[in-house]
């Protein structure tokens, strides 16, 4: 009896899912009408990106959700940031718009770039940085951790954020 009922629910729950909504197939993806008769390409900005999973989205000028795999980008932006306007061609992929090929139309300003401190202003941040590993080293070399090893985790983890700025 629970089988049957468990069985039932699953069925319940089959039938009430989500379907996404169909885009037309009448025209090409992507393109606007305006596009279409001057046979440009459609252009949008990367709305997320995953290096690690090689996937992302670009969210078009159009509104249309595209999905971008990481053999779509040219070999010199192997990871674009997010914000990044492009211009792509699209097919109609299996679950929907794939871009096919992406051009990157101008670099985005980085904002951590801009927040960036000036190089005069990280030499005492260095400097500290230096006495705080160096003070910690004796304990390492005692076989334990310093106790104040959060703490220079997160002062190497700024550091490393100005550096990559």
Do not use: C, W
Not at 16 to 30: M, N
Not at 152 to 164: G, M, P, S, T
């Amino acid at each position: 009896m629970g089988h049957v009922v468990l069985f039932a629910t699953g069925i319940r729950a089959l039938a009430t899912r989500r379907k996404r909504a169909p885009y037309d197939r009448s025209k090409p993806l992507g393109l606007s009408d305006d596009q279409q008769k001057e046979g440009t390409m459609p252009t949008g900005k990367v709305r997320f990106f995953d290096a690690d999973r090689g996937f992302g989205f670009i969210a078009g000028d159009d509104g249309a959700d595209v999905f971008l795999h990481s053999s779509a980008l040219p070999a010199d932006h192997p990871n674009p940031r997010v914000g990044s306007r492009v211009e792509y061609s699209v097919a109609d992929g299996r679950k929907g718009p794939q871009a096919l090929s992406v051009r990157f139309l101008k670099e985005t300003a980085s904002v951590a770039r801009a927040k960036r401190r000036k190089p005069q202003a990280m030499v005492p941040v260095v400097e500290d940085l230096i006495k705080l590993l160096d003070s910690s080293s004796a304990s390492l070399r005692r076989g334990s951790y310093p106790d104040n090893a959060t703490k220079i985790a997160k002062v190497l983890r700024a550091v490393a954020e100005e550096f990559d700025a």
